[in-house]
């Protein structure tokens, strides 16, 4: 039986990792500091043998006895939010954090898989964001924490790859959706959701002409799979291509979720908003054979499920 360390293992994309790793046959070692993860996304696993957790902040220096096949590294917070509120720590455990796992794959002989983002990219003067384009990332910025700590990232985990031969993989996550996102975290779809099962005013940052493209989390998980599992050291880009206004997305939550109180409210657009996001995906394509399945119409159908019974 392999076994595969996953940090930020109490996270939305982290336990859906996990639940993926034990349902393919993996031991699972998940580590989360908790301080944006919750033990309700991974409680269903704590009574399986082949699961393990270890409450711990990866910024520190990460001991785990006996073997270790994998590392994939997802600890962070990961929403704007999140980041800002939370600046330090958002950049120690895209550095630290990276090294100090970088370092246990190195020791332990392991391939590890490092989690980075379409942030990468900044405010893209590309559309849509191939894995060659360098971003527009303004440095000292709200979201500067997040980008460069993981441009940082990728800079040490390829450094470890040329250096020391380290069996490195990177993807790029664009953003991702489905059950398990937290509420109040500050994104645009638990955002949405959130306000249209209640009632309310849904926040349109800006004019809602700014775009981004949303893939169902099932389908983000098998391309990571793919990718680990591949021979391919570069980063590429996961996500959907099918992309959506911020206003047009507000419509159909406002349809799906058919509350006749709910509308669109408009609100300041955030610094350094990035105006278009759209992955190109030819490169997972090419090398994975991956490319998503779920429409954004059943991946809503899907998450409504979930908001229902997360919203109070
Ligand atoms: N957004 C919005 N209303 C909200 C939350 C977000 O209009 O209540 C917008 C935000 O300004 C951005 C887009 O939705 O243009 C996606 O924001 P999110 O925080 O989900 O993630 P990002 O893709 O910016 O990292």
């Known amino acids: 039986m392999k076994t595969v360390l996953i940090t930020g293992a109490a996270g939305f994309l982290g336990s859906h990792l996990c639940d993926k790793f034990i349902r393919e046959g993996f031991r699972v070692i998940g580590m989360d500091n908790l301080i944006t993860g919750s033990l309700d996304n991974i409680k269903h696993l704590f009574p399986l043998k082949e699961f393990e957790y270890y409450h711990h902040d990866v910024s520190k ?7 270790l096949d994998y590392i994939l ?28 796992l970088l370092g246990l794959a190195k ?24 894995e060659d384009y360098w971003g527009n990332v303004n440095p000292i910025g709200p979201r500067g924490v997040y980008d460069e700590a993981k441009r940082f990232q990728e800079a040490l985990t390829m450094a470890y790859h040329n250096f020391h031969g380290l069996e490195t993989r990177i993807v790029r996550i664009f953003n991702t959706y489905g059950p398990r996102m937290r509420v109040n975290d500050g994104r645009v779809l638990p955002a949405f959701f959130s306000q249209a099962i209640r009632g309310e005013g849904l926040t349109i940052f800006g004019d809602g002409l700014q775009t981004r493209s949303f893939c169902y989390v099932e389908d983000l998980v098998e391309g990571i799979y793919s990718l680990l599992f591949s021979d391919y050291h570069l980063p590429v880009n996961i996500g ?40 190109d995906i030819s490169l997972a394509k090419k090398v994975l054979g991956w490319e998503p399945k779920i429409n954004r119409a059943e991946g809503l159908r899907r998450t409504f499920e979930y908001f229902k019974e997360a919203v109070s």
């Open 61 to 67: 220096f990460v001991h785990v006895p006996g073997n």
């Open 73 to 100: 590294h997802f600890a962070s917070p990961a929403s704007p939010i999140d980041y800002l509120q939370m600046p330090i720590q958002t950049m120690k455990v895209g550095s630290l954090g990276t090294h100090n």
């Open 107 to 130: 020791a332990k002989k392991a391939r590890i898989l490092v989690a980075s983002t379409s942030e990468v990219y900044g405010d893209p003067l590309v559309h849509p964001q191939k």
């Open 240 to 279: 959907n291509p099918d992309e959506i206004s911020i206003n047009d997305f507000g419509k159909e939550i406002l349809d799906l979720v058919a509350n006749p109180k709910a509308r669109l409210i408009y609100k300041p657009l955030p610094v350094d908003d990035p105006k278009k996001r759209r992955p």
